[in-house]
Nanobody, 120 residues
Framework: QVQLVESGGGLVQAGGSLTLSCAVS????????MGWYRQAPGKERELVAR???????NYADSVKGRFTISKNNAQNMVLLQMNSLKPEDTAVYYC??????????????WGQGTQVTVSS
């Protein structure tokens, strides 16, 4: 059974930094996509950053230059380094992956979410 375990959320002042991590476990055959989404109160879930395949990255315009996504293939982990945080970054952050297990085709999986709160 695939599990995504997130950590690293919390409360930080504007201008501060946080690093989110997500560890993916299970009978994984291949990981195609790893990334982070966020959902603020009253808003739809949106892409923050993702790594596709060998290392191509996508970022939301609102976080470019401030956030950096990276992955550790050996540990099936994805990290999100968040610098220069702003109050508008406040949201629940969700880890997301697209992977295939030993006996099935590629599927989407989500973590439980971790709260990031940026105070002004």
């Amino acid at each position: 059974q695939v599990q995504l375990v997130e950590s690293g959320g919390g409360l930080v002042q504007a201008g501060g930094s946080l690093t989110l991590s997500c560890a993916v476990s299970g009978s994984i055959r291949a990981i195609y996509d790893m990334g982070w989404y966020r959902q603020a109160p009253g808003k739809e879930r949106e892409l923050v950053a993702r790594i596709i395949g060998a290392g191509s990255t996508n970022y939301a315009d609102s976080v470019k230059g401030r956030f950096t996504i990276s992955k550790n293939n050996a540990q099936n982990m994805v990290l999100l380094q968040m610098n220069s945080l702003k109050p508008e970054d406040t949201a629940v952050y969700y880890c997301h992956t697209v992977l295939s297990e030993a006996t099935n085709s590629a599927r989407h999986y989500w973590g439980q979410g971790t709260q990031v709160t940026v105070s002004s």
